[in-house]
């Protein structure tokens, strides 16, 4: 499915508000060999990130807080950044801005699709 050698080195940009989530993302994310960016924890924040853009890709949760993250996606897709959706709401199945999508809870083998296929979107490699 992957190969970690692959992704070695891939930036990752994790915007999730739930401490263990995004601990859990981060983890995961290491085991694949990508360098994790963030996580962001508030809206604010993750437009900060998304608009420094030390990343390659972005894995983010669609509620921070409360609030939707729909400016963030904006300014990913603006910067033509390949990114995931990971959200335990069944709207981001439904909304046609969102590739790719992330159903929570997803398992190590899920996530590491993910960013293989996000990784592949990329015009070169980092």
Known sequence: MYEA???QGLRVLVVED???VAMLIEE???DLCCEVV???TTLEDALEA???GNFDIAIIDMNLAGLKADPVI????GRSIPFAIASGAAEADHDP???LVLDKPFSFE???GCVTKLAAQLPTRP
């Open 110 to 112: 899920q996530l590491a």
């Open 18 to 20: 739930e401490t263990l």
């Open 74 to 77: 904006a300014e990913l897709r």
């Open 5 to 7: 050698q692959d992704l």
């Open 97 to 99: 801005r969102v590739g």
């Open 28 to 30: 995961m994310c290491a």
């Open 50 to 52: 998304t608009r420094k």
């Open 38 to 40: 963030g996580p962001a």
